[in-house]
């Protein structure tokens, strides 16, 4: 459980967004991620999973063009972004290069520019400087950049700063991301006067 802006304690719903359903087991990932965020009091949607019965209406699509087709995507899972109090994310490096999805991207700054709780997971935690994997050298300014001269990041975060300031990233899983956001929650219950959540054994 969590307290909610309007002072209500009750279980907040996490959009489980990432790359992940792109994956040949892509469903099966997605209902354990599910089951796994009841564990933790939390009320997980993954990106496929249908629209539910609020004020978020699906897009219906005027014909059956790619267009229209992938606008009736985006739409459901904006939706699910929007009826959302947190996301929780795989911001893992995915297909090419060594950024995570762009979908995902997008999905975190919608839940960001919502006020909601933003959370993150990755295999690497060590800043990008370290986990940048390419050719890189100091230039003559010092700075570190890659083959083709441009600057990579030399902060503390493992991503962008447009990642590392909002959100928080956990090295590890998503079970350790919803561990991370427990945690949070279970210290603003204690400090309000109510008492943790029992997590399941």
Known sequence: MFIDKNGVVRRPVAYLAGPDMFWP???????????????????????????????????????????????????????????????IANLNDFRRGQEPDSGTCVECGAAYALGQRCYAFVDDARPMIERFSGAKH??????????????????????????GVP?????????DAM???????????IAAGYEPFQVEE
């Open 25 to 87: 087991n892509g469903d099966e990932i997605g209902a354990g991620y599910v089951e796994l965020s009841h564990k933790y009091g939390i009320d997980g949607i993954f990106p496929p999973d249908p629209a539910r019965e609020d004020e978020f209406k699906e897009y219906e699509p005027k014909d059956d063009s790619s267009e229209e087709m992938e606008k009736k995507s985006f739409i459901h899972d904006i939706n699910h972004v929007r009826r959302s109090d947190m996301i």
């Open 138 to 163: 100091q230039n003559e300014e010092g700075k570190w950049v890659d083959e083709n001269g441009c600057t990579i990041e030399d902060f503390d975060s493992p991503l962008n700063l447009m990642f």
């Open 179 to 189: 561990k991370r956001a427990r945690a949070d929650f279970d210290a603003e219950l």
């Open 167 to 175: 959100f928080t990233i956990v090295e590890g899983t998503m079970e």
